[in-house]
């Protein structure tokens, strides 16, 4: 590891002029390459105190031996240069974007004497023109077949357009008429070059020009009696119709353009991009890379677009390029893409309309991606088993934890504060075993107390019943010191909800010791593992819980999303795993299905709370019947000032219900009036929910 300082120029050397500079490590390997608007400033921030920079960087300048630069006259040409380097030397400090896999394009090699429409992945040819990228192959044959009878261009091979040369006979698709068959002569290199050209025209957008015309011919051929030819021409146009049905229309202003959007963790990033011309949706893509360097999410926008337009020119960069964040010199990045284009480019973040609902679906493309991404490795028995042991090394566990557990805490602004608890076995989730808490220790936001307490309520159940199977047998404690769970000191009754169960996740059902079926209670197991969402304080919090109870045998960690740090009980410094570590992603796993668990939870609470009623408190009156009253007399108030005599009117109503409905509505105390804040009215009261 190299100490910055020693190679660190004197700020008297470095200009303070725009340029690009490198890193390179002791073997001169360029390990990060980066651009400035102001080199001086930004190659001075790496040889500051280490401890004040990002771990990211802080590996990047302690494995470099030395920095240059090269000024330049432009931030342009900055971007240009930047760009250029990152293709040469490809280093490894450096956010790289890989296609997640090699997209098909619909290509015409208008490079050729007798273009030809194919099929086309891998890097791009002079001289080829491309639309895409698609999905599945099988979408670019379909489009294709529907166009080939009007726009009858070569696709066959090299040797299969030679051999029809050779014998004067063309391939099935010239009997067919699905292809206009220069091979024999039908029509000359000049016309076949012309119907290519239409075709790309058409795949371009211009759609309408052609379906008219067509609709035109076919009109005057049946003015003239043609009507087989008015037919053809007809069957033509319905299939252009067709062709141009299979990418909707997205945006009604028929612009070209490209979406990006990017889903990012702290280990991670995925982009989507949607490539939209004449408003249809005629491409998509997707990338995930690995944040190796410290980059926000317009700096992963601003490299996007590198690898993006780098080596694209003219119709290939669109009119406009719609992206979640603008990068940091968007001045200088738009400057590029219209170079590049050869026309203005407009590079913004969509506000409204349809354009920003667009972006919305790109968004959630981008958030699928880089979910599937991360649970493709947790499909897998060796990348699971590799993971778990990974974990063991890490934490100095005796063996692989088979069974985690994971506990977040969730709240909004203190009120309703509840906590999720999620168990993975064998690397996979198990949720018929989630269990979700209410916090009812004490009032307002305390995570670190809040942990403290539901992991103490878990593991006293876990006590509870190991002592009720008999697997835990009580022994007097020594004489002189107090009573200890471990010792054999009787626990406690719960007096609060143990939990409260999920029915979408969890069994409901919490007495006896096994289940129907015969397996033990859920609470029964004890983890290998426990994680808790945080850093030191939450970790603490719950050692100290487990403590209390005399269990000493259940390992304790905690993962602080921030840098996605591993914590350990009594440890100053975390324990890093490395970041293609399989052991974090399953640690990343765990903690995220805990906190999507735990705030799900939250907002029903919330939801239930706001929507909550004076009503629900009467026992055996179901929303049906609280319906029926509310509509009977239009408001909780109303209903308030009912008799019970008016209240047994309603029909299913009746007297015991109707004098416990108008118990708990005296009870109750009334809400406040309303009152309208321009005449100073006070508003009657028609809310039928709620008082």
């Known amino acids: 590891m190299a100490d910055p300082s020693s190679y660190r120029p004197s700020p008297g050397q470095i200009p303070d002029s725009p340029g690009v500079y490198k890193f390179r490590d002791e073997h001169r390997r360029v390990i990060y390459v980066g651009k400035a608007k102001n080199l001086r400033q930004r190659v001075a921030s790496y040889f500051q105190d280490l401890a004040h920079l990002h771990p990211r960087t802080r590996t990047m300048v302690t494995t470099a031996a030395s920095v240059e630069w090269t000024v330049v006259s432009t931030e342009v040409e900055a971007l240009q240069l930047e760009y250029t380097w990152i293709k040469e030397f490809d280093p490894r400090f450096n956010v790289k974007y890989r296609d997640d896999k090699s997209y098909p394009y619909l290509a015409v090699t208008l490079n050729e004497e007798f273009p030809r429409v194919q099929v086309m992945r891998g890097a791009k040819k002079k001289g080829v023109r491309y639309f895409g990228p698609y999905g599945h192959a099988w979408a670019i044959r379909e489009t294709v077949d529907l166009m080939l009878r009007v726009f009858p261009v070569r696709t066959c091979s090299a040797g299969v357009f030679k051999n029809a040369a050779r014998t004067g006979r063309p391939c099935l698709l010239g009997y067919i008429d699905k292809c206009s068959a220069p091979c024999v002569g039908r029509v000359t290199p000049e016309e076949h070059r012309a119907l290519a ?126 992206v979640p964040a603008l990068p940091e010199d968007t001045e200088a990045v738009s400057q590029w893409l219209a170079e590049r284009r050869g026309a203005q480019v407009s590079l913004r973040i969509p506000q409204r309309g349809d354009k920003k609902d667009l972006m919305t679906t790109v968004q959630r493309n981008a958030q699928q991606a880089l979910g599937l991404h991360k649970t493709k490795r947790a499909s897998d028995l060796t990348t699971r088993s590799r993971a778990l042991e990974e974990i063991a090394e890490a934490l100095g566990l005796d063996a692989a934890p088979l069974r985690i557990e994971c506990y977040d805490i969730s709240h909004l602004q203190g009120d309703d504060v509840v906590a999720s608890m999620v168990v993975f076995e064998d690397g996979l989730a ?255 009261e028609d809310d039928g929910g709620t008082s």
């Not at 052609?210 to 005057?220: A, C, G, P, T, V």
């Not at 002592?467 to 004489?479: A, D, I, K, L, N």
């Not at 907002?603 to 706001?610: E, M, N």
């Open 197 to 322: 050209e239409d075709f790309c025209d058409f795949m371009a957008g211009r759609t309408g020009t052609y379906i008219r015309r067509l609709e035109k011919d076919m009109m005057q051929a049946a003015e003239e009696m043609e009507y087989e030819r008015a037919a053809r021409l007809r069957d033509d146009a319905g299939a252009l119709k067709r062709a141009m049905e299979k990418s909707a229309v997205v945006l009604a202003d028929a612009t070209d353009a490209d979406l990006i959007a990017v889903a990012e963790d702290e280990l991670e990033a995925a982009l989507q991009i949607f490539h939209v011309r004449g408003g249809r949706v005629r491409g998509q893509r997707g990338w995930v890379t690995d944040k190796v360097e410290a980059v926000d999410t317009a700096g992963l926008v601003e490299h996007a677009l590198q690898q993006l337009y780098g080596e694209e020119r003219g119709d290939a960069v669109p009119k406009e390029v719609l």
């Open 430 to 684: 198990r949720k018929s075993e989630y269990r979700r808490f209410q916090i009812k220790g004490f009032e307002g936001q305390d995570d670190v107390r809040s942990m403290h307490e539901v992991i103490g309520r878990r593991f006293k159940r876990y006590l509870q019943e190991k002592e009720r199977t008999g697997e835990w047998e009580q022994t007097p404690p020594v004489s002189g010191e107090a009573p200890h769970p471990a010792q054999g000191a009787p626990l406690p009754a719960d007096d609060t909800d143990p939990c409260d169960t999920d029915p979408r996740d969890t069994d409901p059902r919490e007495d006896g010791g096994r289940e129907d079926d015969g397996r033990p209670k859920r609470f029964a197991y004890p983890p290998q593992l426990v994680v808790v969402d945080g850093g030191q304080p939450q970790v603490a919090a719950a050692r100290r819980a487990l403590d209390e109870l005399g269990i000493d045998d259940i390992a304790v960690c905690g993962l602080a999303k921030r840098l996605e740090e591993v914590w350990l009980p009594d440890d100053d410094d975390p324990v890093v795993l490395p970041r293609s570590s399989e052991g974090l992603y399953l640690l990343q796993r765990v903690r995220d299905e805990a906190h999507r668990f735990a705030i799900t939870y939250q907002r029903s609470k919330r939801a239930k709370r706001i929507r909550s009623s004076p009503l629900d408190d009467v026992a055996g009156l179901g929303e049906t019947r609280k319906q029926a009253l509310i509509k009977h007399f239009g408001s909780v108030k109303k209903l308030r000032q009912a008799t019970i005599e008016e209240i047994c009117q309603v029909p299913g109503i009746g007297r015991r219900t109707a004098e416990s409905v108008a118990a708990a509505l005296a009870s109750a105390a009334p809400a406040a009036p309303a009152v309208n804040t321009a005449t100073g009215e006070i508003m009657e």
